[in-house]
């Protein structure tokens, strides 16, 4: 079935992240690149923009969280800096 309403469209060396008008997200691709977003689904809600490196992606959210998965020696785990984003208007 094909996606409808794609507003954006990233890649990792491996996988696809797709926002959606609805501001969900789909993934697709190797786990290993991020092409599994099961670990932080549930916080993917709400995407504004996503962003990806070779083998992780960061999606920023409406209200200016940060969630990102994938590899994480590549970007995909952002716990140790979390608390550095602030919302910017």
Excluded at 30 to 58: C, E, K, M, P, W
Excluded at 70 to 87: A, H, P, S, Y
């Amino acid at each position: 079935q094909p996606l409808r309403n794609v507003r954006q469209v990233q890649a990792t060396s491996g996988a696809f992240a797709a926002t959606v008008s609805d501001g969900s997200i789909v993934t697709w691709g190797d786990s290993r690149y991020g092409g599994d977003s099961s670990g932080v689904h549930d916080r993917l809600r709400n995407v504004q923009q996503i962003h990806s490196t070779s083998r992780a992606f960061a999606a920023i959210l409406m209200d200016g969280q940060v969630v990102t998965w994938g590899d994480f020696g590549f970007g995909g785990n952002c716990n140790r800096v979390r608390e550095q984003f602030t919302l910017m208007s």
